[in-house]
């Protein structure tokens, strides 16, 4: 149970282009998402928290006019990089909370999109 | 600020030893405690969650909780080389809905 699918797993494209990240949360149902960025070697780096039906709040320092996030059911949620450049090039990852249950704040983390912007 | 602070290592063992992983964190408010583990090039995934003081054991893994000291641990006994991999200590304040991460402590299982 818990499971947390994205797509693409893997994305190439070219500088300016927009490039939308799904997050479905394929067995349950999840009120609040969250997206992360890794680069290499280096920690996970919270971007946003998302929650169905309302904006998603961003964390200090995410440009949210660039990094446009949406929860519109309580299974999905896409983010969106819009003009993307070779510093977005990154591993962004989502993880979902269930609505109900035992486990309502553990975070259950997709397998990860690998963004690379030439 | 709050903080989740864990060695970074490498933590090495031999296989079939007991891997000991420790954490502290900085917020008394906290109330909910994870342990992830994250392969190299793959996302983390939950091994263990503890909400109350002392220990919590599956299968090969025990997690321990104290408060009062601020800390929490994950022991993985008879470890091994699949073992090998980042441990991800993470922390979540009572009314936040986000989870403060540890930098992870990277363990090394040799065979």
């Known amino acids: 149970g818990a499971v947390v699918s994205q797509h693409p797993s893997r994305v190439i494209c070219k500088s300016g282009t927009s490039v939308k990240i799904e997050c479905r949360s394929l067995?349950?149902?999840?009120?609040?998402m969250f997206w992360y960025r890794q680069f290499p070697k280096q920690s996970l780096m919270l971007m946003a928290t998302?929650?169905?039906?309302?904006?998603?709040?961003?964390e200090q320092g995410v440009e949210k006019d660039k990094f446009l996030i949406n929860h519109a059911s309580l299974t999905l949620s896409t983010l969106t990089v819009t003009s993307a450049h070779p510093e977005d090039s990154s591993f962004y990852i989502c993880s979902a909370t269930p609505t109900a249950g035992e486990n309502t704040d553990t975070q259950y983390f997709g397998p990860g999109t690998r963004l690379t912007v030439l | 600020q709050k903080e989740v602070e864990q060695n970074s290592g490498p933590l090495s063992v031999p296989e079939g030893a007991i891997a000991s992983l420790n954490c502290t964190y900085s917020d008394r408010g906290s109330q909910s405690f994870f342990w992830y583990r994250q392969y190299s090039g793959k996302s983390p995934e939950l091994i263990m969650s503890i909400y109350s003081n002392g220990d919590k054991e599956d299968g090969r893994f025990t997690a321990q909780l104290n408060k009062a000291s601020q800390y929490v641990s994950l022991l993985i006994r008879d470890s091994q080389p699949s073992d090998s991999a980042t441990y991800l200590c993470a922390v979540k304040e009572e009314g936040f809905q986000k989870l403060v991460f540890g930098t992870g402590t990277r363990l090394l299982v040799s065979p």
């Open positions: 067995d349950f149902q999840a009120t609040t």
């Open positions: 998302s929650n169905e039906g309302s904006k998603a709040t961003y």
